[in-house]
């Protein structure tokens, strides 16, 4: 869990913040999906329910379900921009290539 966590994030320029580690990042996003699965035969609309909220400042607010927002703020608490990582088309299609091959290695 912990690659997928790293590749992803260095690939969109994210880095973990300071004293963090991916591997920590994975701990607490897997902690927190089994805490929500527990919680769902007695609370089932943690998992139907939907609503409209802008949590990190995007541009238009979209459809959030809870364990969506659980963890896109678990995870993105714990990163922060990375600023060695440039955004060119180049590093745009080495991204690309390695979703569409399956290669989970950072560029």
């Known amino acids: ?6 590749w992803v994030a260095r690939s969109i320029g994210l880095r973990p913040r300071a004293g ?6 994975a701990r ?24 409209q909220a802008n949590p990190f400042e995007a541009p238009e607010p ?9 963890i896109a703020s678990v ?7 990375d600023p060695e990582v440039e955004w060119t ?7 690309a290539a390695g979703l569409r091959t399956g290669r989970w290695a950072a560029s």
Request: no cysteine.
């Open 28 to 51: 607490l996003a897997v902690a927190t999906l089994r805490g929500l699965i527990l919680m769902t035969p007695s609370n089932p609309e943690i998992i139907s329910q939907r609503f």
């Open 75 to 81: 995870v993105l608490g714990l990163l922060e921009t």
């Open 1 to 6: 869990m912990a690659t997928a966590y790293s």
């Open 62 to 70: 979209a459809e959030w379900s809870e364990p969506a927002l659980a």
């Open 89 to 95: 088309d180049e590093h745009e299609r080495s991204v």
């Open 20 to 25: 963090i580690t991916f591997e920590t990042v």
